[in-house]
């Protein structure tokens, strides 16, 4: 079992004729995702690696229903899209685009929320449920895909889309299977980030431990500090947080957009002593995850 999607999951693409889409889309349907549409104004009647493409989502989904979208579009696009997504009943948004405007995020958010559908992204690779399904770039070709992941009981939830396949080679590697791989997304504000995964992680019955990969900036790390210290969050958590170098040297910039500290509200010690706190396994290095996993799996 997994979180968000399965086998099932009948997934479109939106800006399915821009190159970036091309690539991912291919590399989607090898892994066995149901690709069943694609949407760019104008460019209906094509084809895509077999896919029929349509100029608006109402005429793709009104021919070949689906559930889920990975928008590819112009930052300034994503908004409509993704509206016009969720007006025509679209339940998981996986936005791969990077540096969409804040309030538009906010914007989509709020109406997806209010219509009970789920945002990734913006700024992710997306997420897969080993040799299940896979929405979006996460792990690149579906021979590197196969390789890095493998069905097991440990959820990954990273802020960064390149780590989320590290992690899970690293885990593969030593024989540690996972149950759903989630890059959160870059931006600075996203749509579902740890602290809307985690619960969905924790009643997974067949997620038995919760990875995350963590960066300096924001504070969702210390409010999810607070979820675990309320009793809520049953799973167990081990937790990496990188960057720990950009406490001491003011001025440095890390990779992603989200990296933005408030004192000490953001920081890498920040959020390690939170964690610490609430009782999170906090791991010194990238190894040490699988050796603080293995004292419970």
């Known amino acids: 079992m997994a979180i968000l999607a399965n086998k099932d ?46 100029d608006t989502v109402y005429q793709a989904v009104r021919q070949h229903s689906a559930e889920a979208s990975v ?11 993704a509206l016009e997504a969720l007006s025509n009943g679209i339940k998981l948004l ?20 209010a219509d ?38 440990v959820a990954i939830a990273s802020r960064s889309g390149g780590m989320t396949t590290e992690i899970a080679n690293l885990l593969t590697t030593h024989g540690i299977g996972q149950s759903t791989c989630i890059s959160i997304g870059g931006d600075p504000v996203v749509g579902s980030n740890f602290l809307d995964l985690i ?20 504070v969702i790390e210390e409010r999810l500090s607070e979820l675990v210290l309320s009793e809520e969050i049953k799973t167990p958590i ?32 920040g959020k390690i002593e939170q964690f610490q706190k609430a009782g999170i396994h906090v791991a010194e290095g990238l190894n040490d995850i699988v050796s603080i996993l293995e004292t419970f799996l």
């Open 238 to 269: 081990v937790a990496f947080v990188a960057g720990r170098f950009v406490d001491t040297m003011p001025g440095v910039r890390f990779g992603h957009a989200a990296t933005i500290v408030e004192g000490k509200r953001g920081t890498a010690a």
């Open 116 to 153: 009970g559908a789920v945002v990734i992204g913006p700024n992710t690779l997306g997420m897969i449920n080993p040799h299940t399904v896979k929405i979006g770039m996460a792990g690149g070709p579906v021979e590197h895909v196969k390789k890095a992941y493998m069905p097991g009981p």
């Open 71 to 81: 928008i590819s579009v112009p930052p300034a696009m994503v908004r409509g899209a």
């Open 9 to 54: 999951t009948r997934i479109i693409v939106q800006g399915i004729t821009g190159r970036e889409a091309v690539t991912f889309t291919k590399d989607m349907i090898d892994y066995g995702s149901k690709v069943v549409a694609g949407v760019t104004p104008g460019k209906g009647g094509q084809t895509v690696h077999g896919v029929p493409v349509f």
């Open 199 to 218: 619960p969905l992680f924790d009643k997974d019955p067949d997620t038995k431990a919760i990875v995350l990969f963590c960066e300096p900036g924001g």
């Open 94 to 113: 996986v936005l791969v685009t990077e540096r969409v405007p804040e309030k538009d995020t906010i914007e989509v958010v709020g109406v997806a929320r």
